[in-house]
């Protein structure tokens, strides 16, 4: 509230500075630098610790699961071969070392810290054993990361664009139809908007490819045709993530920008006879930008996890066609990893919007 | 120290709040001591401007926050203390008056209820009968049709019949001691002298009354003693006309030089002397917490937090031109006469 | 507070939510005018891929089961579920962030704030999609229960907040110097003014409920549960949609999309209707 009415993007440092000895300004400027560092290794404490903690709770996870993966593996090989298949003590201790789940739960515990946190190894898979899982994912994680990640950009973008003149307009009649029919809509899944596209435009229009990344006849190269093919598959699939979450961001967008509307600046500015474009591009989505800077950051965090079904459905061979083929043959190694994947790019999205939020935030320090 | 009704000592309540990922402190209350004496009707007036710990101090009393260090005592017993029996009693002889006379009514519910919950949780009634009964009799005495309030929502009542509301509410439960924080600052003119007037008869029925307000001629309308909070700290405490006709301590100067003078000719004040600290300069938390809006800040003022010092007839303040008994340096006569300002 | 004028976004909702409600709820005495009274679960009754006609409106599938009957059983099944777990999520959140809110600064608020932000970055839906792989035949309850303790943290930090504001409010300081208890003002005092939040973080709660049981029943797990998932599932596996029976797909879709319209329109409206700071700003500008 007390904020209201002052210009957060005001010069107020430098007129100040000129009354301060120079001293004292030196001074002052070390001792912000020290504790900006200060900040900065907190920061950095409280992420390892969180990637810690989240670990921690993972391995918890999977241990408390009913039934093992020597079990699981077993109930594999029935189902492949339509026959029991007898495990030796042999072959199930080598399984067991295989797995990591030899010596009692805190050395299993320790292997696992040193294994995953520091090496990166998740131990094999199952769906493509012996190749590690860790391979896996990330042989599926740039698909996912590429095609998700440009699409929390895009429909960022957009939103913003559409709220701004949502808010604009508001007094008009059509943005007030507009912002309800995107605030009913804003929380539709995104798989739900996949299989609306995948029958609109994939089978009664037969516009565009209705799965995978690229036409089956090419081999991945670095020519036009084939970035051609991987764009055009990726219409659909990201396309589904963009029309739901673009509505939501234009439904934000509108609301900040309607509340900097009725800011004193804002008369102020059109009182001082400055332009609509000026204001807008000045005073309001400076000033609007902000929060839904943090938000973009946050989103695309979750962009890994966003939409694992979107992928499951288009064939897409990102994270999501990877969970959906470890969760049908039970494969420990490759789910402890998308879960683990999974939360290290949600904190690590946090940490780097952390950091960075002062440079572009004057609020901040 | 039995003797009293109401004592603090040492008191102090200290915020913490997160800048830059740290946490700072913030003393919303510093080491406040003052006491009002168990004769009753006795009137006791906290001034200060916003933000100057005086809602927090009432909070305190209340005990509706737990003070971080020192006491309050209710009857010689330490308020934070009670338990059962003890505290609801604790809880009917000490009520309070709130500034805003919106928030204090849950909307969800009809205005009775802050008239009848009490009566209830307290066992004042022995029917429900007696208990409209009583309700209604509080209601007239502040002036108050019944019929218009009673199942009415708060929002259905004006600012001044929601005050009065609360007003009633201290005819009803007959408290010992009433705290009031800022009880007229959000009504008009008229309304508040009735205001004071009732409260001043609750206070020759006997009620204490601790008066927080940021106005001084309020609280010289009441009477009694004041002290004057700055920044959580207590800086200056005499007889409420010493403070309007000789105050010591700068800040008290300044307060009461601001208060407007009801003659045209006569331009209110509105320059102060200017800080005898230039600004921008960083002071060490060790000193006079005035020191920054100080025209007489001294040395000795960055270094030191000055002690209460007596200047007789029951006034003191702290500040380090009392040290030397040669009394505040330049003149700043107080700039209206009471009788004026009522 | 108490105005008569109805935010026409809440009343939209309530009649698009109340519709598809009414009709799950009397699905027992729905379906049986077209799947015949041995259930719409039952096989072999009629004849297979048979197209849209009067008799079977939405068709028959490769089973010789109705389509529009099971469609309804699984809407019926996906409401049941969505209900069970929103009520449960519902209620954690609300103990969680009453508490929270109540003791806000405190060790308590601390802990409780810690973990509801640490569950809102844990990937819901592969540990829940993980839970139900492996622990075969989760009867529909259990996933209820664990949809449920999955979907609390988003309503529980909303229920914080809100509680961190209305504890400040003076009424709760006058209530407790008439005597009231923390019980007493939490009963009597907060949770009434919250009614319009916990309406918000049921909605929102069921919504998440059902999107990710939806989802499970997609990628074909908790098959006890027969979701319009399931009939999406099937659909997908027996590509329908190439064989000219995307009803099997559509009408479950369209009928999602018509439920989580109407759950995220009734949001919307308590919150304009309820909110008094929304209303401030309304008059305002």
Redesign the interface.
């Known amino acids: 509230m007390e904020r209201r009415g002052a210009v957060p993007h005001a010069p107020q440092e430098s007129q100040?500075a000129d009354?301060?000895p120079n001293t004292?300004l030196r001074a002052?400027r070390i001792v912000r630098r020290r504790?900006v560092l200060?900040?900065v290794v907190?920061?950095l404490g409280g992420y390892v610790l969180s990637i810690w903690a989240a670990f921690t709770v993972t391995f918890i996870f999977f241990h408390l699961i009913p039934g093992s993966p020597i079990d699981a593996y077993a109930q594999q090989m029935e189902n492949q071969f339509g026959q029991q298949v007898p495990l030796s003590s042999q072959v199930i201790a080598f399984w067991n070392k295989e797995f990591g789940l030899n010596g009692n739960v805190f050395e299993q515990y320790y292997r696992y810290l040193t294994n995953t946190l520091l090496r990166g190894n998740m131990g094999p898979s199952f769906i493509a054993f012996p190749e590690p899982a860790s391979e896996l994912i990330f042989h599926a994680l740039p698909w996912t990361v590429g095609l998700f990640g440009s699409a929390v950009l895009i429909s960022w973008i957009m939103g913003l664009v559409a709220g701004l003149l949502l808010a604009w307009f508001k007094d008009t009649v059509v943005a007030p139809t507009l912002t309800t029919l995107a605030l009913a809509g804003a929380q539709i899944p995104y798989y739900l908007a996949a299989l609306g596209l995948v029958f609109l435009f994939a089978f009664i229009l037969l516009w565009l490819p209705q799965q995978g990344a690229y036409a089956a006849s090419l081999t991945p190269h670095f020519d036009f045709r084939f970035i051609g093919s991987v764009l055009k598959h990726s219409i659909l699939p990201g396309c589904s993530l963009v029309i739901t979450s673009f509505l939501g961001w234009a439904i934000s967008t509108r609301a900040l920008v309607v509340s900097i509307m009725g800011e004193d600046f804002l008369l102020y500015a059109e009182a001082k006879g400055l332009r609509t474009g000026t204001i807008l591009r000045h005073y309001v989505l400076r000033n609007a930008m902000l929060p839904q800077i943090t938000g973009l950051g946050i989103s695309l965090g979750f962009a890994v996890n966003g939409a694992y079904l979107v992928s499951y459905i288009f064939n897409y061979p990102g994270i999501g066609l990877l969970l959906v083929n470890a969760l049908t043959q039970l494969d420990y190694n490759v789910l402890e990893g998308i879960v683990l994947i999974s939360i290290v790019t949600v904190l690590t999205a946090n940490l780097l919007l952390d950091l960075c939020l002062p440079l572009v935030d004057p609020r901040?320090? | 120290m039995s003797g009293a009704l109401l004592e603090t000592r040492s008191l102090s309540r200290v915020f913490?709040q997160r800048?830059?990922?740290?946490p700072v402190q913030v003393r919303a209350v510093s080491d406040v001591n003052l006491t009002l004496g168990s004769s009753g009707g006795e009137v006791l007036s906290v001034v200060g401007e916003s933000g100057s710990g005086k809602s927090t101090l009432a909070?305190l009393i209340?005990g509706?926050d737990r003070p971080s260090a020192g006491n309050v005592f209710y009857r010689g017993e330490d308020v934070a203390r009670f338990v059962g029996a003890k505290r609801?009693q604790f809880?009917?002889e000490v009520?309070?008056v709130?500034?805003?006379p919106y928030?204090?009514?849950?909307?969800?519910?009809t205005v009775d209820r802050?008239l009848a919950?009490?009566l209830r949780?307290?066992h004042l009634a022995s029917s429900l009968h007696e208990a409209q009964q009583r309700m209604e009799d509080s209601l007239r005495a502040v002036d108050l049709r019944p019929r218009d309030v009673l199942g009415r929502?708060p929002?259905q009542l004006s600012g001044g019949e929601r005050q009065r509301v609360m007003l009633a509410r201290l005819h009803l439960l007959r408290p010992q001691l009433v705290i009031a924080d800022e009880p007229v600052s959000m009504i008009d003119a008229a309304l508040r002298t009735m205001f004071l007037n009732i409260l001043l008869d609750f206070r020759d029925a006997g009620m204490s009354c601790l008066f927080i307000t940021h106005n001084l001629e309020t609280s010289y309308y009441l009477g009694g003693n004041a002290l004057v909070l700055y920044q959580g700290r207590v800086v200056e405490r005499a007889p409420i006309d010493r403070i309007l006709h000789a105050p010591k301590h700068p800040y008290t100067q300044m307060l009461v030089s601001s208060i407007p003078v009801p003659d045209p000719k006569k331009r209110w004040k509105t320059s102060l002397p200017e800080s005898a600290i230039?600004?921008?300069?960083?002071v060490g938390s060790a000193g006079c917490p005035f020191l920054v809006r100080c025209p007489y800040a001294m040395e000795v003022c960055r270094r030191q937090d000055p002690p209460m010092m007596s200047v007789g007839d029951g006034q003191e303040a702290a500040c380090f031109l009392l040290a030397d008994r040669g009394g505040v340096r330049g003149s700043m006569a107080p700039m209206c006469k009471a009788e004026e300002s009522g | 507070?108490?105005s008569t004028h109805w935010d026409g976004r809440l009343l939209a909702g309530m009649v698009i939510t109340g519709l598809i409600v009414v009709v799950a709820a009397s699905e027992p005495w729905l379906a049986p005018f077209w799947s015949g009274a041995a259930g719409p679960t039952a096989v072999g009754i009629f004849a297979s891929w048979s197209h849209p006609q009067w008799a079977h409106p939405l068709g028959t599938n490769q089973f010789g089961q109705d389509i529009l009957a099971l469609t309804l059983l699984g809407l019926r099944n996906s409401l049941v579920v969505g209900l069970q777990a929103g009520i449960l999520g519902t209620f954690i959140g609300i103990c969680v962030g009453f508490t929270s809110g109540y003791f806000g600064?405190t060790v308590v608020d601390e802990a409780l704030r810690t973990v509801t932000d640490a569950w809102l970055v844990i990937p819901s839906f592969p540990l829940i999609a993980v839970l139900a792989a492996f622990v075969r035949n989760l009867s529909v309850t259990e996933l209820a229960i664990i949809l449920g303790i999955f979907s609390w943290a988003g309503a529980a930090r909303a229920i914080r907040a809100q509680v961190l504001m209305l504890r400040s409010?003076?009424?709760v300081?006058?209530?407790?110097?008439?005597?009231?208890g923390h019980i007493a003002v939490i009963g009597q005092?907060l949770l009434?003014?919250m009614y319009p939040y916990l309406g918000v973080g049921l909605a929102s709660s069921i919504m998440g409920a059902i999107g990710s049981l939806v989802g499970l029943s997609i990628i074909g797990l908790g098959q006890n549960a027969f979701s319009l998932g399931t009939l999406i599932q099937y659909g997908l596996s027996e590509g329908v949609l190439s064989i000219g029976f995307s009803q099997i797909i559509v009408v479950p879709v369209l009928i999602l999309i018509a439920l989580f319209v109407g759950l995220n329109l009734i949001n919307v409206g308590l919150d304009v209707q309820f909110n008094p700071r929304l209303k401030g700003s309304k008059s305002r500008g």
């Open positions: 100040l009354s301060v004292a002052a504790r200060m900040v907190r920061r901040i320090e | 913490w800048r830059l990922g740290r909070r209340l509706l609801r809880r009917r009520q309070a709130f500034q805003d928030a204090i009514f849950n909307p969800f519910y802050v919950q009490p949780r307290f929502y929002h230039e600004s921008g300069e960083t | 507070m108490r600064g409010m003076a009424y300081d006058m209530a407790r110097l008439s005597g009231a005092e009434p003014n």
